[in-house]
């Protein structure tokens, strides 16, 4: 598969980065669709912030949609392409 979804991993916990080691290593072209908030806020560990790299290839077309993307009050998710 060329893409993975991840919507709102568990703040704290290891699953999305050990999701993300698992993919690099199964399929290296693979990318991860992120729905969540950065670094630092209530999604992921700071494991995988530390360690997933943002594809720059998306960038005009991830402005887009995060343009448009409705959030709840308070809360600062949106989409993001890592590798």
Do not use: H
């Not at 893409?3 to 990318?31: H, Q, T």
């Amino acid at each position: 598969m060329n893409f993975i979804i991840v919507s709102w991993p568990p703040y704290g916990e290891p699953i999305c980065y050990d999701a993300l080691l698992k993919m690099r290593k199964i399929n290296p072209d693979c990318r991860m669709i992120f729905i969540g908030e950065d670094y630092g806020c209530c999604t992921a560990d700071d494991k995988f912030f530390e360690t997933a790299l943002q594809c720059k290839e998306y960038e005009n077309e991830l402005n887009i949609i995060n343009d448009r993307f409705q959030t709840f009050a308070g809360i600062y998710d949106k989409i993001q392409i890592y590798k």
